[in-house]
């Protein structure tokens, strides 16, 4: 299990990185469009670039993550006396319900970027950006957070508890 567990928080480093390489990624792009449009020679394809590939690979990316460091906006109106429940209870349901949620995301997320795949659909324009490909970040972070979800059912952590400290009872 501790092997799992470690794989997953690899995964999840490692697509957390990409979200940061993409952010940075975002801003040099738009940087160089601004300054170009200074000098009369915008950057063509920013704006697709940015939206339809970067914003993506931003916000799914760094899902997982920002879930297991409780970067989220969490709810805590009655955690307090739900905490009582035996066998850590309340933190499993929390995390099969979000697993569920996101189960039915995931199913949907994968179904539509099969499907454009299939299509090899591209974006209008100068640069015909083959649109296809930013479908294929929503489900692989939504997947790498109902990993996560379905390690918190079996192995409950604390509210901002890094799997790596969980799995080792602190010690690393």
Do not use: C, H
Not at 101 to 124: H, S
Not at 130 to 151: D, E
């Amino acid at each position: 299990m501790i092997g799992i567990e470690r794989a997953v928080g690899r995964l999840e480093r490692a697509a957390d990185l990409l979200a940061g390489i993409a952010l940075i990624a975002m801003m040099l792009v738009i940087s160089a469009d601004a300054l170009g449009r200074l000098f009369g020679a915008p950057l063509q394809g920013a704006y697709e670039f940015t939206a339809y590939y970067l914003m993506v690979v931003v916000a799914f990316m760094a899902l997982p993550r920002s879930y297991v460091t409780g970067g989220q906006v969490r709810l805590e109106l009655m955690e307090r006396w739900l905490k009582r429940a035996p066998g850590n209870l309340w933190p499993r349901l929390v995390s099969a319900m979000l697993l569920a949620a996101f189960g039915v995301l995931l199913w949907f997320a994968t179904e539509e970027a099969l499907r454009r795949i299939a299509e090899r659909e591209t974006t209008f324009g100068v640069i015909q950006w083959p649109l296809y490909l930013s479908y294929l970040w929503m489900p692989l972070g939504v997947a790498l957070l109902s990993a996560r979800l379905a390690l918190d059912i079996l192995r409950p952590r604390e509210a901002g508890e890094l799997p790596e400290t969980a799995a080792t009872g602190g010690a690393e």
